[in-house]
């Protein structure tokens, strides 16, 4: 326990369901947190790529919206200490593109329209862990929360599913992305409160 | 201090300040005596070298800021940590490119760490702040503001006075053509706010022509 705040008594404690992680609140909201302007593909040029197998895997947004979907009901944890409850996505699962890929990887680098990345352990991403979202309670992915697809990797902080994805790139070595070389964890679990560099 | 009927000033003393980057932010966490902590995140306004001044707004369902903003006085001790984050920042590092900063609301406070900066190292970079408030009571660091040294533009949303001489609407498209340095110029732009005005205005930017990279954006949500 930290130094005790004279006068402050809070109100949170409303949640007993053990599902919050340390140091996070819970909203009804969506909250959005980017670091730069909103990028807006036409979906007639999206394309998914999947590097660091025997050779590049392509779907165009077509060949990819026909791939077998799912929909999941999971929790998210932003870095910025928010917590939303039973968010409903639907997406390919990781799982199923990695089938179209030969490939013995460690690490995954996701990159994303605007040049943003985030940096993986390909087992966080494998075993039903991991989905490359379109749809969020029942619509159509917003832009500003990451349309048209968006990672979505629920176990670590919301960093890491990153927005506007177009790819993922496989390598031996992790490589750190955006906002872990920008003073953010390399890892980012939410259990462990993995929040910055040093956690 | 009180800058508006809802934002206060906190100034921290700090044993062991490593200091910070104008734009950065620390979190805070508040211990109740039954051990239960809430954390939030809150911009720093001041410029680094001086004392560390967080700038809070009273957000109405919000838990930490009502402590911060309502019940705090001085000699009341609370958790810090930071100073954190490496992007949204900027140093006066010798660059001259001019620098164009768009605030909505509280938004203002870490812009106005960096202008603080770019004073007190007696920085030459042309820089501009467009700010957005709802009514002149709303204005945070309103006198400040004046000597800034820097060409400050404002809107006023909700209210004008009679007299007013700046905006007196929404930010547009229209406003920021008028206000911005040309993306010729090859500006670095900062933009924060709550998260419609920010989608809005860097949607307008990039609409401009500024590059989007050239563009960084710090939201306030939630709760």
Not at chain 1, 103 to 129: F, M
Not at chain 1, 160 to 186: I, M
Not at chain 2, 90 to 116: C, K, N, T
Request: proline content about 8%.
């Amino acid at each position: 326990m930290g130094i005790v705040s004279r006068g402050f008594r809070g109100r949170g404690r409303g949640d007993d369901s053990g599902r919050l992680p340390p140091g996070q609140y819970l909203t009804d909201d969506f909250p959005v947190l980017s670091a730069g302007p909103t990028p807006h593909a036409p979906l007639d040029r999206w394309t998914f790529t999947i590097e660091g197998g025997t050779e590049p895997v392509r779907w165009t947004w077509d060949e990819f919206r026909a791939l077998p979907s799912e929909t999941v009901t999971k929790d998210i944890h932003c870095v910025t200490k928010w917590s939303k409850f039973d968010t409903d996505w639907e997406g390919v699962s990781v799982d199923t593109l990695l089938e179209h890929v030969d490939q013995d990887r460690a690490y995954a680098v996701a990159y994303s329209d605007g040049g943003y990345t985030t940096n993986l352990p390909v087992e966080d991403l494998t075993d039903g862990k991991a989905w490359v979202a379109f749809a969020y309670d029942g619509e159509p992915l917003d832009p500003e929360h990451g349309g048209p697809a968006r990672l979505l990797v629920p176990h670590l902080y919301f960093w890491k599913s990153a927005k506007w994805v177009r790819g993922l790139r496989l390598v031996d070595e992790d490589e750190p992305g955006f906002w872990e070389t920008n003073g953010y964890h390399n890892y980012g679990d939410p259990w462990r409160e993995q929040r910055y560099w040093g956690d | 201090m009180t800058e508006t009927p809802s934002v206060r000033t906190l100034v921290l003393n700090i044993p062991d300040w490593p200091g910070h980057r104008a734009g950065q932010h620390v979190d805070v966490r508040l211990t109740a005596e039954d051990g239960y902590q809430a954390e939030r995140s809150y911009s720093i306004g001041s410029a680094p070298g001086m004392p560390l001044a967080l700038t809070v707004e009273l957000l109405k369902d919000g838990e930490v800021s009502p402590y911060l903003v309502e019940e705090v006085v001085p000699g009341d001790r609370f958790e810090l940590r930071g100073p954190i984050g490496g992007y949204f920042v900027w140093d006066a590092d010798g660059s001259d490119e001019p620098i164009f900063l768009v605030a909505g609301g509280s938004g203002v406070v870490p812009l106005m760490s960096m202008l603080r900066h770019r004073r007190a190292v007696g920085s030459n970079v042309p820089a501009k702040l467009l700010y957005s408030s709802r009514t002149l009571a709303d204005v945070i660091y309103r006198t400040e503001l004046d000597e800034i040294g820097a060409e400050v533009i404002q809107t006023l949303t909700r209210e004008q006075p009679p007299g007013w001489k700046g905006y007196g609407r929404r930010v547009d498209a229209e406003m920021l053509g008028e206000v911005q340095f040309p993306p010729e110029q090859n500006p670095r732009v900062f933009v924060c706010g709550p998260t419609r005005f920010v989608e809005a205005v860097a949607d307008a930017l990039v609409g401009l022509g500024h590059r989007p990279g050239r563009i960084r954006t710090e939201r306030f949500g939630g709760a």
